[in-house]
């Protein structure tokens, strides 16, 4: 039986090619679909990775302005005294070399301009202008209000700022003429710490950023795309995102070329594509794998900016928040397991002045010898973060007993203060150490990080104190030695308001017949707690706490107004620099002799050697019309400084004092025989008279009458008394005539 042949009508072949193309052009439509809305997606990733390296990168200006604006030195530079030299140094040089920016600006809590600098893309009426606008001020304001709102008192009754570093800081977008420019704001706080501080708003340091060609290729190199443009619309062909400022209106647009569109390639090879659909699945397959590739290298890229972010280039160690977190869980994870951990606070010394003499790439390249010797010594668990220019903390995990500690520790020590040879040169590179130990044992547990940085901080400034390129480990007695300064100067904050202060005197008597002709006023403190203090215990402390020039004042009046009540006798004071620094010492000299009606002739003003170290027009200025007024200036403990025979014909003194060091060993020294010979027979030559001091035994009293010294003063004669009975000191004068 023959086969029936299968016959196809017209209506079925038409409808199974109709199947056919509905087929394939659904299965074309779906690609298609799937292909726009994958671009689509690519185009959203593609600006959302541009927005995140965008905040990265702002987070890396705001990680560098914070290293130069937080800082104790900063924060006393310029909150405390205004230190103008330091100031351009500091964000002229130092900051200025360290990075690429387009302006620097200081502003006070007037928002007026105490320093700027800038490579001259910008124009002064933009950078005093535009720059100034309000989003720029609201951010400003709202820094300065977290520092204020930061502020607390201690239970020492000091300032200190309790909040976040990060909230001090803070970038807007802004439009500088003609282009875009990024406004990154961080105030002036001290970090870490335990300075004296003040409530007053602080100074903030303003830097500029233009996004031009240089940063955007900075930020490029983060991202998997040709060229990055900034642009006042997106053009065509292009995606881009907005860039807006803080009130969240469009500045501007970060515009790119997408990768290419595989929907164009597709439509373009369309009869190709329908008449294979195995090639239109390899072209979806090659997109597929492309996009693929380019989300992984994106993804890449973020984790080098991130890391970047958290890590410094150079040495490859932590930044300063990273260094936190990881110190932070490190002490928690030790803390409970109850295992001792060594902070170790390390300080470069003298780099500074090492990248004046020889520049930034040799500075450079000592701390990465530096960084590369640290390393020899960590374990997996230790963590280090480059805190400052040369300052780095070390978090070290637990070594095992005490010695074995302070053996790691001095050999670091000792491997960091070796020399570097170094393009031929031979750089002594030191390093200074001070380090605080967290041992449960000994009952001086302490995971805490900040106070295990206090203690360190402590350790170094001993150590630097001692000497440096040296170690130190914390003692209690450091803090003994702190809280006993903060209580000497928490007391000279009221001693002046509450008369505490007085003036003792001792005479200076004419060498010829014991007759008192002057009387030097010292200060003394009587404390109401501990009774009379003498200066050395106070006067370096108030010098520097910056209120030796208020004290002065004060000791310079009441000695005239005390000795105004005693004809014939003359005054002798002593002056610190930051008086004769003042431009108006020489008319409040003149105001108070004539308010007491004093003759210039009977005040002496006493300078000591190490202020003659300031050769400056304006001292000399000083001292010459001082003599010609008649009130004289005298040097006092001559021989022990740095004095020229230069400066004292120079400075036209009219006494030089010779210092009791030398009177103490007259008859037992012949040497010092000599040099008091020398010195008074130079002071006749000058046309100066000669005060000596620490006179006690009367073979001394004859010894310099003999030498035909001027005056004399010591104990001999009187020891420092409060302003004295006269007729009392005239008997004793008597007496020891």
């Known amino acids: 039986m023959a086969a029936r042949k299968k016959i196809h009508s017209p209506i079925t072949s038409a409808a199974l090619v109709a199947a056919m193309v509905v087929l394939v052009a659904g299965s074309f439509i779906l690609v298609m679909s799937a292909i726009f809305e994958f671009e689509r997606g690519a185009e959203q990733r593609d600006a959302r990775s541009v927005d995140r390296v965008f905040d990265t990168y702002q987070g890396i200006i705001l990680s560098e302005i914070e290293r130069y604006s937080a800082s104790n030195t900063a924060y006393q530079k310029i909150e405390a005294a205004f230190d103008e030299d330091w100031v351009a140094q500091r964000f002229g040089d130092d900051m200025a070399g360290d990075y690429t920016h387009d302006a620097i600006l200081l502003l006070d809590k007037a928002n007026r301009t105490s320093f700027i600098t800038s490579n001259g893309k910008l124009s002064a009426e933009v950078l005093l202008g535009e ?48 282009t875009v420019g990024m406004v990154a704001v961080n105030a002036i706080v001290p970090d870490p710490g335990g300075i004296p501080m003040e409530n007053k708003p602080p100074h903030v340091l303003v830097v500029v950023h233009i996004l031009d ?6 930020m490029g ?80 890229r973020e984790q080098q900016a991130v890391y970047a972010a958290n890590h410094d280039m150079l040495t490859g160690f932590c930044r300063r928040a990273q260094f936190a977190s990881l110190a932070d869980k490190q002490l928690a994870e030790s803390g409970r397991v109850q295992t001792p951990v060594t902070l170790a606070y390390i300080d470069l010394d003298l780099l500074k002045e090492m990248n004046d003499q020889y520049g930034h790439v040799v500075g450079d390249k000592v701390l990465e010898c530096m960084a590369r010797r640290l390393k020899t010594f960590l374990r997996p668990n ?42 031929g040169m031979r750089l002594e590179v030191g390093c200074s150490l001070g380090v605080s130990v967290s041992d449960p044992v000994n009952g001086t547990s302490c995971y805490d990080l900040a106070t295990l940085t206090r203690r360190a901080d402590l350790a170094l400034q001993r150590c630097k104190s001692e000497g440096r390129r040296q170690y130190r480990f914390y003692d209690p007695v450091m803090d003994q030695v702190l809280e006993e300064r903060r209580y000497i100067r928490d007391g000279l904050k009221r001693a002046l308001s509450n008369n505490e202060f007085e003036l003792f005197y001792q005479p200076i008597v004419a060498a010829s017949d014991c007759r008192m002709v002057f009387m030097e006023a010292l200060i003394r403190w009587r404390h109401p707690e501990r009774g009379l203090i003498p200066p050395g215990m106070f006067l370096s402390v108030a010098e520097q706490e910056g209120m030796m020039n208020e004290i002065g004042d004060w000791v310079l009046e009441r000695a005239i107004s005390e000795m105004s009540r005693r004809p014939g006798t003359g005054v002798s004071v002593n002056v610190c620099a930051c008086q004769l620094g003042d431009e108006n010492f020489s008319h409040r000299v003149e105001e108070l002799l004539t308010k007491y009606n004093f003759a210039h002739e009977r005040l002496i003003l006493e300078i000591t050697e190490s202020m003659m170290m300031d050769r400056s027009d304006q001292i000399r200025d000083l001292f010459v019309g001082l003599a010609e ?23 036209q003194f009219q006494k030089l004092k010779i210092d ?50 001027d005056y004399l003063q010591g104990y001999y004669f009187g020891k420092p008394e ?13 007496t020891s005539a």
């Not at 209000?145 to 970038?171: H, I, K, M, P």
């Not at 881009?240 to 929907?263: H, M, N, Q």
């Open 131 to 178: 720059l100034m606008n309000d989003d720029v001020i609201q951010l400003i304001e709202k820094v300065r209000s977290r520092f204020l709102a930061g502020l607390l008192a201690t239970d020492e009754g000091n300032l200190a700022f309790t909040g976040q570093l990060s909230d001090l800081s803070g970038v807007v977008m802004a439009q500088l003429g003609d």
């Open 213 to 218: 060609e240089l940063h955007l290729a900075m």
């Open 221 to 300: 190199r983060s991202l998997a795309m040709d060229e990055l443009k900034v642009v006042p619309a997106i053009p065509d062909g292009y995606v881009g995102t907005p860039i807006k400022d803080g009130r969240e209106e469009t500045l501007a647009y970060f515009a790119w070329e997408p990768i290419d569109r595989a929907s164009k390639a597709i439509l373009a090879n369309l009869p190709l594509l329908l008449a294979s659909l195995s090639l239109i699945a390899g072209a979806i397959l090659y997109v597929l794998y492309q996009n693929l590739r380019a989300a992984q290298d994106l993804k890449l």
């Open 382 to 423: 230790d963590v280090v973060g480059r805190i400052g220019g040369d300052e780095f903390l070390v978090l070290l995990e637990h070594r095992g007993d005490d010695q074995t500690t302070q053996a790691e520790i001095a050999q670091i020590s000792a491997e960091l203060n070796k020399p570097i040879e170094l393009e």
């Open 629 to 651: 007024s008649g009130v004289a200036v005298a040097i006092d403990d001559f021989g022990t400084g740095f004095s020229s025979l230069s400066s004292l014909h120079e400075y």
């Open 660 to 709: 009791r060091s030398f009177v103490a060993r007259i008859g037992v020294d012949r040497e010092a025989d000599s040099i008091i010979r020398t010195m008074i027979g130079l002071a006749k030559v000058l046309g100066m008279r000669v005060v000596a001091e620490g006179v006690e035994t009367d073979e001394q009293r004859k010894f310099l009458v003999r030498a035909q010294c």
């Open 722 to 734: 409060p302003f004295p009975d006269e007729g009392r000191q005239k008997q004793v004068l008597a």
